[in-house]
């Protein structure tokens, strides 16, 4: 196969392959995005240093990507060896971070899991009477109106909130715990938080695993973008050193065909080592055992393919080959 056409080949491959690995880059980014600045989701309970160190590491990662994404583009479309060098590199220390991520993901996932857990309790406990959580309210409410859930691991986990057991109430559930349209009023209280309902009319069912298994797929769903990324980046990898091979060699036939014919008679071409028709129609080159028309080095093939035995040529080799009355220059 010609160089160039290889080179055109891998071009497009590196194309397709840089394509998915910027829209993986920025799936990642947008993840962590979400977990660090949307305060509306479940996962903004949490404040532990495990869930900020893998949403800083995905947000990092995703910048990175489409960093790098560029610089592989420029390196093959400007043929530069320095910048798909600097691109290897920088995937390399890609990898090694999300290896990073996703080692912390697996390896604290029950102790995110527990946590989560802990902070549903403590939003529990203190529902209707710290009215700094009422974010962390509203969240829950939307577990259990639409989970069809109360209570983490059962409607009695309600008898421990601070504002039932202070009014010593008896059969009373926050509103979103009842499957009922109408939140069934407290009598001699004005709260719309809270109904009062036997247990027919709540959600039997708790919300632990509802909560446990929502964790569990957005967890997944990282992780898989993480093995997505880092196969399109093993493929990336090895076109790149491919491509770093091929512009060294166009750029070694570029130097060959200017050493062997001066510039205003040399149209570099970088396959014509491949090409079985070369010497082209326009340069004519003396067959062996016949007089130079002009002088310039013998065969530009030789001259390309083998450098070392070109410069040892000596002149019983030259007579050899062309007859003992034929004269050259050096």
Sequence with gaps: MKVDDKFQILKFFAAVFNSVFLILGLCIFGCAVWILFDKDNFISVLSSVEVKTVAGGLFIIGLVVVGVTILGCMGAQLENRCFLLLYMGFLICIVLGQLFVTFIILLNH??????????VDKIITE????????RHWKLLDNVQRYGHCCGMQSPNDWQSNMFIKNNSLIDVYP?????????????????????????????????VDIITNW????????????????????????VAVYLYQTVGQKAKLRNGCQLIRSEEHCEPNPDFLDDPDYPDQNHAYPEPNQAYAHTNLVYPEQII?????????????????????????H
């Design 127 to 134: 529902y209707g009477t710290n009215p700094d959580n009422q």
């Design 305 to 329: 393919a083998y450098p070392e035995e070109i410069l040892a040529y000596s002149d019983d080799q030259h007579q050899a080959d062309f007859g003992p009355n034929h004269s050259y220059h």
């Design 175 to 207: 509103c979103s715990c009842f499957n009922t349209t109408d939140c069934p009023a407290i009598s001699g209280f004005s709260t719309l938080l809270f109904g009062n309902g036997n247990e027919t009319q709540i959600h039997p069912q708790s919300c």
């Design 110 to 119: 029950g102790k995110i899991t527990s946590k989560m857990k802990i902070e």
């Design 215 to 238: 964790l569990k797929e957005n967890t997944l769903t990282i992780v898989g973008m993480e093995v997505g990324l880092l196969i399109v980046q093993v493929l990336q990898f090895i």
